[in-house]
């Protein structure tokens, strides 16, 4: 099984910047469908965004136009890059593969707006 680990998380203030990481135990993401899940209190995970092994992205309406996703397959990375957050961003953040099929879910890292 493939280890997924994720890094970057925090507190931060709205309309501030955050860079999300995500490492992958072995060589994966060249031939599959990386995405960045989140999942707040109360609520179900949810795909906010996707990159093809050539680097096509997709993108929940709520997060376009500020997160951008992107992959480094030779070191077997995966960013995600958050501008103008929102106190409605506020979640734990997961990577994985899309769709996740049996793959198993990292530890996520926290990501806290404040108003």
């Known amino acids: 099984q493939v280890r997924l680990v994720e890094s970057g998380g925090g507190l931060v203030q709205a309309g501030g910047s955050l860079r999300l990481s995500c490492a992958a135990s072995?060589?994966?993401?060249?031939?599959?469908?990386m995405g960045w899940y989140r999942q707040a209190p109360g609520t179900q995970r949810e795909l906010v965004a996707h990159?093809?092994?050539?680097?096509?992205?997709d993108y929940v309406d709520s997060v376009k136009g500020r997160f951008t996703i992107s992959r480094d397959n030779a070191k077997n990375m995966v960013y995600l890059q958050m501008n103008s957050l929102k106190f409605e961003d506020t979640a734990v953040y997961y990577c994985?593969?899309?769709?996740?099929?049996?793959?198993?879910w990292g530890q996520g890292t926290q990501v806290t707006g404040s108003s």
């Open positions: 994985n593969f899309v769709p996740v099929g049996n793959a198993f």
């Open positions: 072995r060589s994966i993401f060249s031939v599959n469908v």
């Open positions: 990159i093809t092994p050539r680097g096509s992205t």
